[in-house]
């Protein structure tokens, strides 16, 4: 029997250990990311990061979208960078050293950021509070059990409050004469005028509430009539009054715009558009040098299109033009019609269904998490891009794959290839996995630090090449055109977006290029994104030739997938450092 001296000695002996144990890498990445996540509730809700009365708590909150906040968020970035550096990087495993490095990169730009936030603007219709906060609710929060439903409701309860944050802080840049161009105001207002439109219990805070809770056989039918209520009324008298003042917020700043597109229009514009395309494409190309790749590839993959539309007898006119007639033609029967927008749901998950067997015979490793594919709510048809959302970590929520069904989107031109992006072999493979990826710490697991777009959006990019040379698409000529389409679209995406923010491109030249109104829209308000696709895919591509050249006969298309996917979100250059590895260690067997 232990007696209680000796239990006393033993708990002495125990601590004093542990007081004396070297703090290792490891320690701080788990301790620097729970520091990082509990001043963020919406991230800590997303991933369902805590248990218990902690992750109770965070799920009752929503984060603030104050400059108090993300100040915050800066004093922690510095800090972590400060504590990282007092690591030996020699004693490091190499899944620690390169998880340090990629940490480091990432707090580096959360630091490198902030004389850029003005540029960040709060409403807008692509990524502002009043899209967010619909996506949070409707997608990325978890209803599994009773309490999930209760904390719903008293998250809904904050949204206003953050709007509020957001109206206050599109005052405080346009006092500073940071205004969006009257285009992106109009499409925003135009957008937050539809989301008031239906009745509170028809708007999807409530519609995708009412769908989550029906499937909890844990809450009553009357407990379940409760919850709806609560959330109707929210939406009725504080969510769309928030609202409202928001769309009239924005209506004054309308005389005070111009239809100027690009950062350059603003008082260290430039400098700010070089930090966006250093970000998103974890390189240093500049805008002039991005812009050229550009052009060098819409003039590769035009001269490929036209060669296939020949083929199909369609030789009139520009590619660009014989293209969209295309896609009309390939247009769903009355697309406007509830038949159809069913259809092109069941045809999204036939190919995704297919996209998963046919995967099997060139990936090693495929993600445990199911993927699903759902429409946007109608209010976001009109601007919404389509967009892929991880599984929970815990299970309780799948890959979620969301695509719009505005009349241009009503056609199976480009359908396989935008799912093979979002979901199977893209975004799906890459993130589900890193997301299952017990190997890396649970920062990079979950991306908590965010998501890499140059990796990622590359590896999307890729994903749709690989299934056109890999036959996917068999004899079906549509179906390469509508590949080579997606590739040229990003192509030209690069000339664009350099375009609007560096070479004073208008709006209309960017549409009249070949680039849809929403899209052009899109690289608006999120300057330098758009670029991360490609600049991506090239660099994927460059490493696979290298690879190839090598390694020769050695060479395999599935051990190298397994490196770029193991390897999860990182920059670039740290991809090539793992690819270079990879290679060394096979030259060696």
Same mark, same amino acid.
């Given at each position: 029997m232990l007696t209680r001296r000796s239990a006393i000695a033993i708990l002495g002996a125990g601590a004093a250990f542990a007081q004396n144990r070297t703090r290792t890498i490891d320690d701080f990445f788990r301790d620097f990311t729970a520091e990082w996540i509990r001043i963020n509730p919406n991230l800590a809700t997303s991933l369902r990061y805590f248990t218990g009365e902690e992750q109770d708590h965070l799920e009752r909150q929503l984060t603030p979208l104050t400059v108090a906040s993300a100040s915050q968020r800066l004093q922690v970035a510095r800090k972590g960078l400060a504590e990282l550096s007092k690591f030996d990087r020699r004693g490091m495993t190499e899944t620690q050293r390169v998880s340090a490095e990629v940490m480091k990169w990432q707090l580096e730009m959360v630091v490198a950021e902030e004389p850029y936030w003005d540029y960040d603007l709060p409403l807008e219709q692509m990524n502002g509070w009043n899209v967010s906060a619909v996506e949070r609710f409707t997608v990325a929060r978890p209803i599994s059990k009773p309490r999930d439903a209760e904390n719903y409701i008293a998250a809904l309860g904050q949204v206003?409050?953050?709007? #509020?944050?957001?109206?206050?802080?599109?005052?405080?840049?346009?006092?500073k004469n940071v205004i969006p161009p009257r285009f992106i105001l109009e499409a925003t207002i135009k957008q937050m005028q539809s989301f008031v439109d239906p009745s509170p219990g028809q708007n999807p805070f409530v519609t995708a509430f009412v769908d989550k809770i029906s499937a909890l056989e844990t809450i009553s039918p009357e407990r379940r009539e409760q919850l709806r209520a609560e959330a109707e009324k929210i939406v009725g008298t504080q969510i769309y009054p928030a609202w409202k003042k928001a769309t009239a917020t924005l209506q004054t700043q309308l005389s005070r715009s111009t239809n100027d597109a690009g950062l350059w229009r603003l008082k260290g514009g430039p400098e700010a558009y070089a930090f966006f395309l250093r970000r998103f494409t974890t390189t240093n190309l500049t805008a002039d040098q991005i812009? #050229? $790749?550009?052009?060098?590839?819409?003039?590769? $993959? #035009?001269?490929?299109?036209?060669?296939?539309?020949?083929?199909?007898?369609?030789?009139?006119?520009?590619?660009?033009?014989?293209i969209e007639k295309l896609r009309l033609d390939l247009q769903y029967p009355n697309p406007t019609s509830d038949e159809s927008r069913a259809q092109i749901m069941r045809d999204a998950d036939a190919i995704v269904r297919d996209a998963e067997r046919r995967a099997a015979l060139l990936f090693d490793v495929r993600p445990k998490a199911p993927v699903t594919v759902q429409p946007f709510p109608r209010f976001r048809e009109a601007n919404a891009a389509a967009n892929y959302n991880a599984p929970a970590p815990d299970g309780s929520r799948p890959g979620i794959v969301q695509i719009p069904r505005r009349i241009e989107r009503m056609t199976t031109f480009g359908l396989r290839s935008l799912l093979?992006?979002?979901?199977?072999?893209?975004?799906?493979?890459?993130?589900?996995?890193?997301?299952?990826?017990?190997?890396?710490?649970?920062?990079?697991?979950?991306?908590?630090?965010?998501? $890499?777009?140059?990796?990622?959006?590359?590896?999307?990019?890729?994903?749709?090449?690989?299934?056109?040379?890999?036959?996917?698409?068999?004899?079906?000529?549509?179906?390469?055109?509508?590949?080579?389409?997606? #590739?040229?679209?990003?192509?030209?995406?690069?000339?664009?977006?350099?375009?609007?923010?560096?070479?004073?491109?208008?709006?209309?030249?960017?549409?009249?290029?070949?680039?849809?109104?929403?899209e052009v829209e899109r690289y608006t308000v999120y300057p330098g994104q758009a670029c991360s696709y490609m600049i991506g895919e090239l660099k994927i591509l460059e490493l696979r030739n290298k690879a190839q050249k090598a390694l020769g006969n050695r060479f395999s298309l599935r051990e190298y997938h397994n490196v770029v996917l193991r390897a999860g979100s990182v920059p670039l250059q740290i991809l090539e450092s793992q690819v270079d590895a990879y290679v060394n260690a096979s030259l060696r067997l």
């Amino acid at each position: 029997m232990l007696t209680r001296r000796s239990a006393i000695a033993i708990l002495g002996a125990g601590a004093a250990f542990a007081q004396n144990r070297t703090r290792t890498i490891d320690d701080f990445f788990r301790d620097f990311t729970a520091e990082w996540i509990r001043i963020n509730p919406n991230l800590a809700t997303s991933l369902r990061y805590f248990t218990g009365e902690e992750q109770d708590h965070l799920e009752r909150q929503l984060t603030p979208l104050t400059v108090a906040s993300a100040s915050q968020r800066l004093q922690v970035a510095r800090k972590g960078l400060a504590e990282l550096s007092k690591f030996d990087r020699r004693g490091m495993t190499e899944t620690q050293r390169v998880s340090a490095e990629v940490m480091k990169w990432q707090l580096e730009m959360v630091v490198a950021e902030e004389p850029y936030w003005d540029y960040d603007l709060p409403l807008e219709q692509m990524n502002g509070w009043n899209v967010s906060a619909v996506e949070r609710f409707t997608v990325a929060r978890p209803i599994s059990k009773p309490r999930d439903a209760e904390n719903y409701i008293a998250a809904l309860g904050q949204v206003s409050l953050r709007m #509020e944050e957001a109206i206050a802080e599109s005052r405080r840049l346009a006092a500073k004469n940071v205004i969006p161009p009257r285009f992106i105001l109009e499409a925003t207002i135009k957008q937050m005028q539809s989301f008031v439109d239906p009745s509170p219990g028809q708007n999807p805070f409530v519609t995708a509430f009412v769908d989550k809770i029906s499937a909890l056989e844990t809450i009553s039918p009357e407990r379940r009539e409760q919850l709806r209520a609560e959330a109707e009324k929210i939406v009725g008298t504080q969510i769309y009054p928030a609202w409202k003042k928001a769309t009239a917020t924005l209506q004054t700043q309308l005389s005070r715009s111009t239809n100027d597109a690009g950062l350059w229009r603003l008082k260290g514009g430039p400098e700010a558009y070089a930090f966006f395309l250093r970000r998103f494409t974890t390189t240093n190309l500049t805008a002039d040098q991005i812009h #050229e $790749i550009g052009l060098q590839q819409v003039a590769r $993959i #035009e001269t490929q299109m036209d060669g296939l539309l020949r083929k199909l007898g369609r030789t009139a006119g520009p590619v660009k033009d014989r293209i969209e007639k295309l896609r009309l033609d390939l247009q769903y029967p009355n697309p406007t019609s509830d038949e159809s927008r069913a259809q092109i749901m069941r045809d999204a998950d036939a190919i995704v269904r297919d996209a998963e067997r046919r995967a099997a015979l060139l990936f090693d490793v495929r993600p445990k998490a199911p993927v699903t594919v759902q429409p946007f709510p109608r209010f976001r048809e009109a601007n919404a891009a389509a967009n892929y959302n991880a599984p929970a970590p815990d299970g309780s929520r799948p890959g979620i794959v969301q695509i719009p069904r505005r009349i241009e989107r009503m056609t199976t031109f480009g359908l396989r290839s935008l799912l093979y992006h979002e979901a199977v072999p893209g975004h799906h493979f890459h993130i589900a996995l890193q997301v299952e990826n017990k190997d890396l710490p649970r920062f990079m697991q979950v991306r908590a630090l965010g998501g $890499i777009s140059a990796i990622t959006e590359g590896w999307g990019l890729y994903a749709e090449r690989l299934a056109a040379e890999s036959g996917w698409y068999g004899d079906d000529i549509e179906g390469q055109l509508g590949q080579l389409d997606s #590739e040229l679209f990003r192509a030209r995406r690069l000339v664009v977006d350099t375009g609007l923010h560096a070479k004073r491109w208008t709006r209309q030249q960017a549409i009249d290029y070949g680039i849809e109104a929403s899209e052009v829209e899109r690289y608006t308000v999120y300057p330098g994104q758009a670029c991360s696709y490609m600049i991506g895919e090239l660099k994927i591509l460059e490493l696979r030739n290298k690879a190839q050249k090598a390694l020769g006969n050695r060479f395999s298309l599935r051990e190298y997938h397994n490196v770029v996917l193991r390897a999860g979100s990182v920059p670039l250059q740290i991809l090539e450092s793992q690819v270079d590895a990879y290679v060394n260690a096979s030259l060696r067997l």
